[in-house]
């Protein structure tokens, strides 16, 4: 990566995160993808007392599906029981594909087993909080979002990446993708608006026309 598009990736990375103070919540909702810090971010929150189950959620997605042998949920979860997380406080939803998915059957999940749902604090990869924030507007809006994840910088984010299978190139495209999807899923009414600001969008353009296209959608 050139450091013209590490300084665009990082302009990406900073407003794509919400940045919000994790607080006490009925339940931390751990949601699935490739990044396996998010079940340890998921496992330091339930340790610090902010709630007392831990909803693991995921099958296999765009990222993950051919990357893991199991579905994202169980991984993060075993991931999670390893580093203190006790199996009792351990929720799954193994089936979703997408991040509706996630939160639509999530919230049946935890309707099922009569969890109260009235605030909900999500983990997610960095630059995910602000889609999933946006999202949750749409799909649950019974409940209030705070919204974390694993506290980490771009490069420690990349090498987690590229652990478990992962290129940097992809991460640096899945970024791009989900700022695309920012602006085409709230024209679609998958999430709430959120206004681009001009650098972001200038940020956005210059990876795109340096072929960070992979995870776009076309058409």
Same mark, same amino acid.
């Given at each position: ?23 006490? *919540?009925?339940? %931390?909702? /751990? ?8 079940? &340890?971010? @998921? =496992? ?72 109260? *749902?009235?605030? %909900?604090? /999500? ?8 889609? &999933?924030? @946006? =999202? ?31 290129t940097e190139r992809g991460v640096v495209e899945t970024v791009v993708g989900d700022v695309q999807r920012m602006e085409l899923y709230a024209?679609?009414?998958y999430q709430i608006p959120q206004p681009i600001p001009p650098a972001v969008r200038a940020a956005y353009e210059r990876l795109a026309a340096?072929?960070?296209t992979g995870q776009m959608i076309r058409g």
């Amino acid at each position: 990566m050139t450091d013209r598009a590490y300084a665009d990736l990082s302009v990406l990375w900073d407003w794509m995160g919400m940045h919000m103070v994790p607080g006490p *919540a009925d339940v %931390i909702a /751990a949601f699935g993808c490739y990044d396996e810090q998010i079940p &340890l971010r @998921a =496992a330091e929150l339930y340790r610090q007392g902010l709630a007392p189950y831990v909803v693991f959620s995921g099958g296999l997605g765009r990222n993950t599906d051919g990357l893991f042998s199991t579905t994202e949920a169980a991984r993060f979860a075993a991931i999670a029981i390893e580093a203190g997380l006790p199996e009792s406080a351990v929720l799954l939803e193994d089936k979703s594909k997408n991040s509706a998915e996630n939160l639509l059957f999530t919230k049946a999940l935890l309707a099922q087993r009569g969890v109260t *749902a009235r605030h %909900i604090l /999500a983990v997610h990869k960095p630059y995910m909080e602000r889609r &999933l924030y @946006a =999202a949750a507007a749409v799909y649950w809006r019974s409940a209030a979002f705070t919204v974390t994840s694993p506290q980490v910088t771009i490069a420690e984010h990349i090498r987690a990446a590229q652990a478990v299978g992962m290129t940097e190139r992809g991460v640096v495209e899945t970024v791009v993708g989900d700022v695309q999807r920012m602006e085409l899923y709230a024209q679609k009414g998958y999430q709430i608006p959120q206004p681009i600001p001009p650098a972001v969008r200038a940020a956005y353009e210059r990876l795109a026309a340096a072929g960070y296209t992979g995870q776009m959608i076309r058409g």
